[in-house]
């Protein structure tokens, strides 16, 4: 009996890999796409993209033509294609409005950008692609089952860009360049008003304030010594237990001792 099942097994096998070479050789769609099928439902999908890939061109306009590329898109997904995937799924919203499908494939393709999306050190293209079509997805299907996750996506990508704008601002500071970080750093503050890295923000900017007064010809270190002095308040406005307020007192020490020479 257990040999009769071994042999009835390899029987099976090497009987699938037979039907799906034959598909792949006939010039038969119909068949084609029956095979494919047989494949995506088995899970084998690398199997079930290179037969979708020869029907496709040809099959728009046919019967079956919805199932085949939902089939097609999913198939893509599933094999981490995210770009091809995005793609599909875009043409299958596109090409099938009325479809019971039409919100799952609006809502992948935009989730393939947000897969494809990097760290935030890198550049943000993909990411601010994942960002406007998944805001497109949430205001077209605003009481979509897949809201939740949506706006889940949401948050993670513009915690990336916000990241990525708030260490490109920060990246002054660490070069020595403080009056271009003071810029940068504001101009994050007031693009980012929100961003949970306004503390952090406003840290560099004191700091960057400080350290330019400290390095300013003495026409200009009044002037500059009172403006580190205004970014230490703003600091300690944001947050007066600030994870910096050590490190702030002591600048804040010294910028004072430092305008003394001033008022004499």
Same mark, same amino acid.
């Given at each position: 009996?257990?040999?009769?099942?071994?042999f009835f097994t390899i029987v099976l096998i090497?009987?699938?890999?037979?039907?799906?070479?034959? #598909?792949?050789?006939?010039?038969?769609?119909?068949?084609?796409?029956?095979?494919?099928? =047989? +494949?995506?439902?088995?899970?084998?999908?690398?199997? !079930?993209?290179r037969l979708y890939e020869q029907i496709a $061109?040809?099959?728009?306009?046919?019967?079956? !033509?919805?199932?085949?590329?939902? %089939?097609?898109?999913?198939?893509?997904? &599933?094999?981490?294609?995210?770009?091809? !995937?995005?793609?599909?799924?875009?043409? *299958? #919203?596109?090409?099938?409005?009325?479809?019971?499908? /039409?919100?799952? #494939? !609006?809502?992948?393709?935009?989730?393939?950008?947000?897969?494809? %999306?990097?760290?935030?050190?890198?550049?943000?293209?993909?990411?601010? &692609?994942?960002?406007?079509?998944? +805001?497109? *997805?949430?205001?077209?299907?605003?009481?979509? @089952?897949?809201?939740?996750?949506?706006?889940?996506?949401?948050? /993670?990508? =513009?915690?990336?860009?916000?990241?990525?704008?708030?260490?490109? @601002?920060?990246?002054?500071?660490?070069?020595?360049?403080?009056?271009?970080?003071?810029?940068?750093?504001?101009?994050?503050?007031?693009?980012?008003?929100?961003?949970?890295?306004?503390?952090?923000?406003?840290?560099?900017?004191?700091?960057? @304030?400080?350290?330019?007064?400290?390095?300013?010809? $003495?026409?200009?270190?009044?002037?500059?010594?009172?403006?580190?002095?205004?970014?230490?308040?703003?600091?300690?406005? *944001?947050? #007066?237990?600030?994870?910096?307020?050590?490190?702030?007192?002591?600048?804040? @020490?010294?910028?004072?001792?430092?305008?003394? +020479? *001033?008022? &004499?």
């Open positions: 009996m257990k040999k009769f099942f071994i090497f009987s699938s890999c037979s039907e799906y070479q034959k #598909a792949m050789k006939s010039e038969d769609v119909a068949k084609k796409f029956a095979v494919a099928e =047989k +494949q995506y439902d088995k899970k084998k999908y690398d199997k !079930a993209i $061109p040809v099959y728009k306009g046919k019967p079956q !033509a919805e199932k085949m590329f939902y %089939s097609y898109s999913q198939s893509l997904y &599933k094999t981490k294609q995210y770009y091809l !995937a995005g793609y599909q799924f875009e043409s *299958f #919203a596109s090409s099938y409005p009325k479809s019971e499908k /039409v919100e799952e #494939a !609006a809502f992948l393709g935009a989730k393939c950008f947000s897969e494809l %999306s990097p760290r935030y050190s890198l550049d943000q293209t993909d990411t601010d &692609k994942a960002t406007t079509k998944m +805001q497109e *997805f949430i205001d077209t299907y605003p009481t979509s @089952a897949y809201l939740t996750e949506a706006n889940a996506v949401m948050k /993670v990508m =513009k915690d990336k860009i916000e990241k990525k704008y708030f260490e490109n @601002a920060k990246q002054y500071n660490t070069i020595a360049d403080y009056k271009a970080a003071q810029i940068a750093l504001d101009n994050f503050i007031s693009d980012f008003p929100g961003t949970p890295y306004k503390e952090d923000a406003l840290y560099y900017k004191l700091d960057s @304030a400080y350290k330019l007064a400290l390095n300013s010809v $003495p026409q200009k270190m009044q002037e500059r010594l009172m403006v580190a002095k205004t970014a230490y308040q703003g600091l300690v406005k *944001f947050n #007066a237990s600030s994870k910096f307020k050590r490190n702030a007192d002591e600048m804040l @020490a010294n910028i004072d001792k430092d305008l003394q +020479q *001033f008022s &004499k």
